[in-house]
């Protein structure tokens, strides 16, 4: 059962102008019997004005006159009531964890760059400007972001993000399409699946004539001399040339 779209003013207009219990309040405005009780004493919602569920299309007369007199009866809301959709809420983020987010959001961006900022935000709980600050290196903590895994940080799980991922893909057109065989395409399958044949040994292929054997290259080298550098030649002839003049006084001693 859906409850009155002002829970707490319905409850103020039951408690003022009708004889019902306060549990039989509390069922119909979804509050505790405690917090009616509050209602009626003037602690809480002090100068609330009430508003009326009959002229709101919530109740009937015939229901409320009803439940006054059976105590034990509740409330239920007319045949015409329209129920009022309940708005979805942002999502929670426990406080605790609420500065993991610029780092989910660097690795998303980093992994996934054709996730958008609404899916992103919508995936981490987090809004689009801080994604254009990280995006831009622009965030005041931009020096101690470091990129991390969402799941690992318990931000979302597995399946969630494979699943947004997955739709960011499929707008992107960047989902991979399934391999195309080509006609011939199962013999060369069949080739690369099966493992060559390894040849066994046999008396022709061990003792293999040497007319038979590919003969090999003789490559003509000659021979190359390199000169002596000049450094080298001067002194072997200054060496020659000392032992010359030395056997030259040994002989004029000798004729002495």
Sequence with gaps: MT?????????????????L????????CGLHALEVNAIADDEVVFGMQGMNPVSAGDLTLDEIERCQVDPT???NPAPTRTPVAKKKSARYTPVSKRQDRPDAIAWLLKNYPELSDAQISKLIGTTKPTINA?????????????????????LCSADYLEKIVAIARARAGTTHKPNIIPDGAPDLVDQISTPKQKMEPTAETLFKPISEEVPSQNVSVEP???????????ATEKDTSFEVEKTAARDDENSE
Aim: charged share 20%; glycine share 2%; net charge positive.
């Design 224 to 234: 190359v001399f390199l000169s002596k550098p000049e450094s080298v030649s001067l």
């Design 21 to 28: 219990s306060f549990e039989q309040i509390a069922d119909f």
């Design 134 to 154: 990280i995006r831009d290196r622009s965030h005041w903590n931009t020096t101690n972001i470091k990129a991390q895994n969402p799941i690992s940080l318990g």
């Design 3 to 19: 409850h009155p779209l002002m829970p707490k003013a319905t409850a103020v207009w039951l408690v003022e102008n009708t004889a």
């Design 73 to 75: 009866a509740r409330l």
